[in-house]
């Protein structure tokens, strides 16, 4: 990953988001309601992909402010969040608190865990939505992932589909006069500038920018085989929600891959 972009973006998710994602997501104690209505809802779609999860270890890689993370340990595993913000992982071990259960926080760079200690460990990762544009390189990325997990381990990537960041874009506020335009180039390796995911939660007034790297489908699966996974399913999805705008077009995908 190029060290100028790396440490630019780093920076930013190191800063303060407490606040911004009690705004989004509202207090620790009001979001553990929701996850512990029903934690398998909030691992849509990706439970079927991940199986049993009782006394299994499962790295969920930044993940950010732990829902994903606190529903797994509801559901049996032992879990580890590596994440670059300590502002998430205060508000994570407190929705987990909230929910009755306990998770692992390892807060630093995804791309420098700790080997001595978790390599060859885990036998699930998951790494889920707004990941991969965030690198660079993926091979150095993915490569990270393999050296986690135990031999016959899997690794769940689920992510927005390059057709709909790369390609389409979206105009009108309602289903009636929603307008879609190919407007963009799919094969494009330039890095793109674009505002953090927190920063329309956040009060503070500094416009807040990172650098992505919108990859295509077949670089993402492409990297992942020269890594040594084997794929096992990739699933392009729809969007999930009510809003039949969108039908007919990828919003998201799954891969489902194996060391």
């Known amino acids: 990953m190029n060290d100028h972009f790396q440490n630019s973006n780093n920076s930013l998710w190191q800063s303060d988001t407490f606040a911004a994602y ?22 849509f ?7 049993n999860l009782k006394f299994k270890k499962v790295a969920n890689l930044m993940g950010s402010v732990g829902q994903k993370a606190v529903a797994l340990s509801l559901l049996g595993a032992d879990v580890t969040v590596f994440d ?16 009755g259960t306990s998770i692992h926080y390892e807060v630093g760079n995804v791309l420098d865990i700790n080997q001595a200690i978790y390599g060859d460990y885990f036998e699930i990762a998951i790494a889920e939505m707004g990941i991969v544009h965030y ?12 050296e986690i997990l135990r031999r016959d381990g899997v690794f769940i990537l689920r992510d927005f589909h390059p057709v709909s960041t790369k390609l389409i874009s979206s105009r009108g506020s309602t ?16 890095l793109v500038e674009q505002e953090v995911a927190f920063s329309k939660y956040s009060e503070n007034t500094v416009e807040e920018k990172v650098m992505l790297r919108k990859w295509t489908l077949g670089e993402i699966v492409t990297s992942l085989a020269n890594t040594g996974f084997i794929i096992e399913k990739l699933r392009e999805e ?22």
């Open 22 to 43: 009690v705004n989004k997501y509202g207090s620790p104690e009001e979001a553990a309601k929701k996850v512990l209505k029903n934690p398998e809802r909030i691992l």
């Open 84 to 99: 670059l913000s300590n502002s998430h992982k205060i508000y994570a071990q407190a929705l987990a608190a909230a929910c």
């Open 135 to 146: 690198f660079t390189d993926l091979d150095v990325f993915f490569r990270s992932v393999y």
């Open 45 to 51: 779609p990706m439970k079927e992909d991940i199986g």
């Open 238 to 259: 729809p969007n999930y929600s009510s809003e039949s705008f969108d039908a007919g077009i990828p919003k998201t995908f799954t891969v489902k891959c194996r060391k």
């Open 175 to 190: 289903a009636k006069v929603r307008k879609h335009k190919v407007t963009g180039d799919y094969f494009s390796k330039e």
